[in-house]
């Protein structure tokens, strides 16, 4: 016989795990593409602060590295960053736009409605919580009262295995 709050044999801790889905799923997803004009223009923002002296890689400018610096580290940085994501996406699968965003995410939707309603199927989901917290009192005061039960249980055994050790003993020494 199941237990009657088990999980239904349709539903799965799994099917509430979508953490991995959704990551391969933004892995996948191509960054915007940019204009010629735009990286041109942060090409030459990082061209001129590097010959102003500044480090490029982690944004760290040195002296008159100002904010072009600034802006041409956090691009290196997003770009290795970027790097990182389209090695994880060619591991995932094909590339998609963010047009295709809600295509991609149509599975992930539905099986989270999917674990929506299972969850709502299951026992004892409407109660409240005043009403769980006094079942749990009930049972806590069910526990003390058998624990009590089993020291008086563990005392009794104590002294009538002691009283069997007085009876041998008695018993021996009268056949001596």
Known sequence: MAHPLALPKTFSPDALDTTAELASILARLRPPQTSNAQAGAAGGAS????????????????????????????????????GGMAAAAAAAGPAIGLRD????????????HHARVQIKALPDTGRTVAAQEAEMRQLAARIEAQK??????????ARFAAA?????????????
Do not use: C, F, I, Y
């Open 47 to 82: 061209g001129a602060s590097a010959s102003n002296g500044a480090v490029g890689v982690g944004g760290s400018g040195g002296a008159g590295g100002g904010a072009a610096g600034g802006g041409a580290g956090e691009g290196e940085t997003l770009g290795a960053t970027m």
């Open 148 to 157: 009590a039960m089993l020291a008086r249980l563990r005392a009794d055994g």
């Open 101 to 112: 965003l809600p295509t991609a995410t149509d599975g992930l939707k539905h099986k989270l």
């Open 164 to 176: 069997g050790e007085q009876e041998q003993r008695d018993a021996d020494k009268m056949e001596m």
